[in-house]
Structure formats: C-alpha cells, structure tokens
C-alpha cells in the first residue's frame, strides 16, 4: 500500500532508496521513486501518476529521449540546462518544465552542486526511445549542439525506465 505521508530525510525522502538511473550503469544519477511506480496498465492498482526525484552529479545528464507520455519536470535544486525539442533553457529552483508527448528532452547538470528536478509522469507509460541516427544529427546542427549529450546513459533495458 502506498503511504500517505512521505518524509524528507537528509538527502532523501523516508523508505525510499534511491536506484541507479538503469540498473548497472554508473552515470552520476540517482533516482528515488518517491509516490508510485511502473505499471504495464492503467487500471492496475495503486496511485496512476508516478513521482521521482532524480539528482544528477555535476556535469552528469540524463538520457537523450522521447516517451509517448508527457513529463512535469519542477526543478529542486542546483542549475541546469533542459533540452526540450531543438531548444535549450538554463533552469534552477523552482522552474517548471513541460515536456510534450513524443519530444526529445535531456536535462544536464552545468553546476558545481548536484542538480535534482522531480519528474511527475502517468504510472502505466511506455518506455524510453532513443533518437535516431538522423535525428541526433539534426540536433548537433541545431543551437542544442553545444548542449547535448546523445551518449550521456546507456540505451533503456525495460519498460517503464
């Protein structure tokens, strides 16, 4: 059962163990599953939205990617830079950031401290997928060159990562 209450402890939340951004590879990135979880279908029970908290080590980034689903991204703390489409936006504390269904995104940490954003998204959701070579090529003549990181996590080995 889901609890109601989730407490903040130190740098995490009470009963949540952080998990590697995918399992066995070492990125710089931490995820803690704070509200929900993955489900293969909406109906399964338990909450239907999903609330993580990933902190990412300075100069680390997520996974260049897209998802069927829409992502509400609020960012925690520290500075960053979203890539959203073929746009780039410095992000702190309090920015909120909205990610469409099917448009690239990647969040890159450009601080000295770790940058931690919490990721809202429906809990039963399709998984990650990576760009094409194409389109990684679009992006490296686009003003997110600069930004981008196409290789910054390994490519998703489940559903729901």
Known sequence: MQRRVIHARGEGWEGVEPEGYRPGAAVGIARHTIVGGWKPEPGSPGPQLELRFFELDPGAASRLERHEHEHYVI????????????RVEEVAAGDVIYVAPLELHQFINRGEERFGFYCIVTAARDGAQIPEKEEIERLLASPVAPFIRPDAVPPPLRRGT
Request: glycine share 34%.
């Open 75 to 86: 960012v925690g703390r520290g500075v960053g830079h979203a890539v959203v489409g073929e």
